[in-house]
């Protein structure tokens, strides 16, 4: 049970902990139907990219082994679609989310690519996830984590699902590492991504929250000891973009 006097950040606001999912769901149900528009718009192009390096990172088999893949936060289905493409026929990949439009939109974008057979969506909480002990080969969540009120819980949950020897991949907004970029990253972060969200979903306010978020995330060092202190073994992480993203990566032994 959660204390009353609990809280944590929502953004730069201090929230009771209680509230941040609400909080948080009520972002994704705002910008859903325009997510991966905007994800192109905000990076460039880049996103995609970054994705391409966590599929080549997960290196999902390519024959017919069984291979079952926990996409937790993975709501459009982009993760688990790239890589249901580059793995074999026995592949399958379930995407959890907690946020029943994200699903929405990533059932309908599985049936346009005819990867319905392939992918499965479950409404979930990557706090408390309803799945049995050591049922997945590999856990990855892109972009998610920072926006989880608990992250030691989804952390220790992530351990949980993971039959020994599997891999836990994390994709996530990280600190800018190369002096200049940095200062450019804040101004079109805080200047330009807010009224870019107005344009494109009519919601200014989902976005600042989530540059805001990002800011609040630990550095890489710092998270990689949460990830450490879960109980995953093998724990690195690779900067990616100077910095403005990060993959972390540990096994379960």
């Not at 990867?115 to 080969?137: C, I, K, M, T």
């Not at 836990?168 to 009224?195: A, M, N, Q, W």
Request: some cysteine; aromatic content about 10%.
């Amino acid at each position: 049970m959660d204390r009353p006097d609990q809280t944590t950040h929502f953004g730069f606001r201090d929230v009771p902990l209680g509230e941040k999912q609400t909080l948080v769901n009520d972002v994704f149900h705002s910008v859903a139907q325009r997510y991966d528009l905007m994800n192109d718009l905000m990076s460039g192009g880049l996103h995609r990219a970054w994705k391409d390096v966590m599929i080549t990172t997960l290196d999902p088999p390519k024959g017919d082994r069984p291979f079952a893949l926990l996409d937790v936060a993975g709501g459009t289905g982009d993760i688990s679609f790239r890589a249901a493409k580059t793995a074999g026929t026995g592949f399958h990949a379930t995407v959890c989310d907690i946020n029943t439009d994200m699903l929405a939109v990533g059932r309908e974008r599985a049936t346009r690519q005819h990867l319905d057979d392939r992918v499965s969506f479950v409404e979930g909480n990557a706090e408390a996830l309803g799945f049995a002990d050591r049922s997945f080969d590999a856990y990855t969540i892109a972009f998610g984590i920072r926006n989880v009120p608990q992250i030691e819980l989804a952390l220790r949950e992530a351990y949980r699902m993971l039959k020994p020897g599997s891999r836990f991949l994390c994709l996530e907004f990280s600190t800018v590492d190369v002096p200049g970029l940095d200062r450019i990253y804040d101004l079109f972060s805080f200047k330009v991504i807010p009224p870019l969200g107005r344009a494109v979903t009519g919601d200014a306010e989902s976005y600042q929250y989530l540059v805001e978020s990002i800011r609040k995330f630990p550095r890489p060092s710092a998270f990689a000891e949460m990830i450490t202190a879960a109980g995953f073994a093998r724990v690195k992480w690779q900067s990616l973009s100077g910095g403005i993203v990060a993959l972390h990566s540990g096994w379960r032994l």
